[in-house]
C-alpha cells in the first residue's frame, strides 16, 4: 500500500533554532502534500497545501514565514519551523495522495507518522 | 471551510459492547475517511468511505452523502479499541477533521 514516511518522529530543540521535518511518499508520487498541526487532547489542524514546484497555500493564522513549507519534488514535502519557540511545540502530521489513483481528489490521503516537536 | 462535528465526543463501554459514532459535516464531499489515533499519535486508516457501506472485522462504517453524515461501528468492542476517532472530510483538496471522539473499553 502507499507509504507516507515522515522524519524525525521525534525531536527536541532550544528556543530560537530552527528544525525541519521531511515527508516522503515512498511508493507513490504526489503532486499535493498537506501539513497539519495537532495540540495534545485537540484534533488535526490543517496548516497549509504544498504542490510540487510552487507555493504553499496556507491556513488563516499560519505564519508562512515561520513556517516554511518546500514541495521540490514530487516525493518529498518539507516543513521548517524557523526560529522555533515553546508555543510551537506539537505534533505535526504530514499527509499525500497518489496522483495515479485516478480522478483529481477521488482517492484517499495517506498521513505519516507524524513528528513530535518539542521546543525548550 | 468545511464543517465536521463527531458525536458523542466522550465514550465509555464495556469490553464486548457495541458502539456507533457519527459524523456530520456541512457540504457535499468528495472524500471521508475514518481514523483512529493510537496512543502514539499514529493516525490508522479504517475507512476510505466517501459514500456506501463497509465493513472490515468488527468494524463497519456507512456514509450517506445525501443527508451529509457517515457512521462508524464497532461491535464486540476490545481494550484495544481504544483511543481517539476520527473523521475527516474533504472538499476539492481541503481536507478538515472533526474534533474526535475519545473512546475508552473497559475489561
Request: hydrophobic letters at 30%; aromatic letters at 10%; a positive charge.
Amino acid at each position: 500500500g502507499a507509504v507516507v514516511s515522515q522524519h524525525p518522529s521525534r525531536v527536541i530543540c532550544k528556543s530560537g533554532t530552527s528544525v525541519k521535518i521531511e515527508c516522503r511518499s515512498l511508493d507513490f508520487q504526489a503532486t499535493t502534500m498537506f501539513w497539519y498541526r495537532q495540540f495534545p487532547k485537540q484534533s488535526l489542524m490543517l496548516m497549509a497545501t504544498s504542490n510540487e514546484g510552487s507555493k504553499a497555500t496556507y491556513e488563516q493564522g499560519v505564519e508562512k514565514d515561520k513556517f516554511l513549507i518546500n514541495h521540490a519534488s514530487l516525493t518529498l514535502s518539507t516543513l521548517t519551523v524557523t526560529s522555533a519557540h515553546p508555543e510551537d511545540s506539537s505534533f505535526y502530521i504530514c499527509s499525500a495522495r497518489d496522483r495515479g489513483q485516478g480522478a483529481p481528489y477521488n482517492s484517499p490521503l495517506h498521513f505519516g507518522n507524524g513528528t513530535r516537536l518539542t521546543v525548550t | 471551510g468545511i464543517q465536521v462535528e463527531q458525536s458523542p465526543p466522550d465514550l465509555i463501554l464495556q469490553e464486548g459492547a457495541n458502539s456507533t459514532l457519527r459524523c456530520n459535516f456541512s457540504d457535499s464531499v468528495n472524500n471521508l475517511q475514518w481514523f483512529h489515533q493510537n496512543p502514539w499519535g499514529q493516525l490508522i486508516n479504517l475507512f476510505y468511505i466517501p459514500s456506501g457501506t463497509k465493513q472490515n472485522g468488527r468494524l463497519s462504517a456507512t456514509t450517506v452523502a445525501t443527508e451529509r453524515y457517515s457512521l462508524l461501528y464497532i461491535s464486540s468492542s476490545q481494550t484495544t479499541d481504544s483511543g481517539v476517532y476520527f473523521c475527516a472530510v474533504e472538499r476539492l483538496n481541503d481536507m478538515r477533521f472533526g474534533a474526535g471522539t475519545r473512546l475508552t473499553v473497559k475489561p
